[in-house]
């Protein structure tokens, strides 16, 4: 059996995503730039994707910026919001355990003479809203905080952390990439100013996000050239990929209820399956403020390479937020925020689900760690 429980790094495009691209490429090829009737097809295309999503998070269609994925979303909110603003300010506030497309970002713009906080996390993942009000000075400019996290599946307050700045010169920017499609985004009623998302989190596919911008949120642009997105980000439109993101977007939040049950479902399973072998574990976080498709787990008995490594052979495909740098394992830096250098941030795994996983591809994947657990106590005896 393979079973794949990776959906966090990324999903397959849905077919009906996939059908709705392939009849771009071949019919709609056009440049949306071009003035004759093959560009205005594809230009409406776009303006018609671009309509979907703006609905989908309660956003005008101009407040959405294509872009070639949340890496690129979240480098041009950070470093647009700190460099238009930073006649108000040079300080920023983010968490510790921000994606790396949001850290290194922070990293790069304290050398470049920036002062940046990084809030730190509880055992669960999640910030205190206190650590923000010390954190903000009159010269903040930017905060960013991401709605759920990749590795552990904490649930930050976005909402209470928008009313906190109400009366504050900083802009929020959250990564929302791994809680679209999983939690209801309006960006209206959250008070959002800059949002991210990528589409291949939602079963759209790859090489492409996007950015929601308050309307009068003043950043400032990377990309110079043509005049494509009001002149925001230059560069010809991938028309397919904008309109597979707002098909998977549309599909996502429409059946989000049905999938976050059966998730959910499908996490009580895996843990009662472990339960059921006697496999001693931990959860890395609060179930029940969580999104429903991420479960980190510690497994006292292994190092997460080895754990990996021998679940890869027997077809079961996870990850941990570890980084495997010149053969040693780096902790993962979300696991090292919640629990310092304790033994666990090198033994834990990440499991992400979908809603189209079978009972017994859990019951596969417990039956392989009981293996692992098993053969590592006949070792250690
Ligand atoms: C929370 C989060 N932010 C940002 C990204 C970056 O997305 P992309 O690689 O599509 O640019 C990811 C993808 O792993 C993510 O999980």
Known sequence: MEVYADYAATTPVAPEVRDVMMDIYSEQFGNPSSIHRTGRAARQVVDEARRQIAKV????????????????????????????????????????????????????????????????????????????????????????????????????????????????????H?????????????????????????????????????????????????????????????????????????????????????RNVRLMQLKEHFLNALQDRSIPFEMNGNQNMQLPHIMNLYFPFSDVEIILTLLDMAGVYVSSGSACTAGSIEPSHVLTAMFGTDARTKQSIRFSFSSHMAEEQIDYIADQLLKIYEMNKERSE
Request: net charge negative.
């Open 57 to 172: 998070i309660n956003a005008s269609p101009k407040d959405i910026l294509f872009t070639s994925g949340a890496t690129e979303s979240n480098n041009t909110a950070i470093k647009g919001a700190a460099y238009k603003r930073q006649h108000l300010g040079r300080h920023l506030i983010t968490t510790q355990i921000e994606h790396h497309s949001v850290l290194h970002v922070f990293e790069y713009l304290e050398k470049q003479g920036f002062e940046v906080t990084y809030l730190a996390v509880n055992r669960y993942g999640e910030i205190d809203l206190n650590d923000l009000e010390q954190a903000l000075r009159p010269d903040t400019t930017l905060v960013s905080i991401m709605f759920g996290n990749n590795e552990v599946g904490a649930i930050q307050q976005i909402g209470d952390i928008a009313v906190l700045l109400i009366d504050h010169q900083a802009l929020l």
């Open 174 to 258: 959250t990564d929302a990439v791994q809680a679209a499609g999983h939690m209801p985004i309006d960006v209206k009623e959250l008070n959002i100013d800059l949002l991210s998302l990528t589409a291949h989190k939602f079963y759209g596919p790859k090489g492409i996000g996007l950015l929601y911008i308050k309307p009068g949120t003043d950043i400032e642009f990377q990309q110079l050239g043509g005049s494509q997105e009001t002149k925001r980000r230059a560069g010809t439109e991938n028309v397919p990929l904008i309109k597979g993101m707002a098909t998977a977007l549309t599909l996502a939040t429409d059946q989000m209820d049905a």
